[in-house]
């Protein structure tokens, strides 16, 4: 009888820390898409403003950025998408629990947490869900197109595509919003 309850246990354990450790691979292939999805429209936003000034890379955001995050999504068999609590595309706006998931962040960001660093992850129903908050780097062109004074011809094209934009008026540091991923599981 004793045994029973030590494989009882054991078996508790095992499968407890293999339940861990699935979290911790999807946790660190979460972070793996993150960096897939803004490298490949930070590489795509760079050259198009290289080659033709912030009115033309608000094209590779408007387009690329959703086709970018597809492809991504359709490689793992995921849902991998960016959204805010003050966004830009509609499409983008976040459900309750991803804006549960920003407002945290900013709560954490306030009492002195690395923005850079902030991160959430769990288990919603039958999906584990993953958030990484996206903060406005000093060295990256976010601004031009998200800043508090933006170039006239920058804002009239934003108006045009988002009449009702709500991504303006950051500052360096800000958080911006944040890539969300939905694995089913
Ligand atoms: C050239 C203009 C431009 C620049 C530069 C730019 N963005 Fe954007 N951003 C956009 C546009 C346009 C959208 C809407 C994309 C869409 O339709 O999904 C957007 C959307 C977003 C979203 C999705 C949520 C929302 O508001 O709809 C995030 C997050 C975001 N941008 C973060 C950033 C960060 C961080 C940087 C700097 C690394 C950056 N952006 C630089 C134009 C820009």
């Avoid at 246990?9 to 292939?29: F, H, P, Q």
């Amino acid at each position: 009888m004793k045994n029973l309850y030590v494989c009882i246990l054991t078996g508790a354990l095992l499968s407890a820390s293999a339940w861990a450790d699935d979290n911790a691979a999807r946790v660190e292939a979460s972070r793996n898409a993150v960096k897939e999805l803004q490298g490949a429209l930070v590489t795509e936003l760079r050259a198009a403003m290289k080659a033709g000034g912030p009115v033309n890379a608000i094209e590779v955001c408007h387009k690329r950025a959703a086709e970018i995050a597809a492809g991504i999504s359709a490689k793992h068999g995921w849902k991998v998408g960016r959204t805010s609590l003050k966004y830009r595309n509609p499409g983008n706006a976040p459900d309750a629990w991803e804006k549960q998931v920003l407002q945290d962040f900013e709560k954490r960001k306030a009492a002195g947490e690395d923005a850079a660093k902030l991160e959430h992850h769990e288990i919603v129903g039958k999906e584990f869900r993953y958030m990484k908050a996206l903060p406005v780097p000093a060295d990256m062109p976010c601004l031009k197109c998200h800043g508090e004074q933006l170039d006239p011809a920058v804002q009239a094209r934003l108006k045009e595509l988002y009449p009702g934009d709500k991504a303006t008026g950051y500052k360096t540091g800000d958080l911006r919003g944040a890539v969300t991923i939905r694995q089913s599981l």
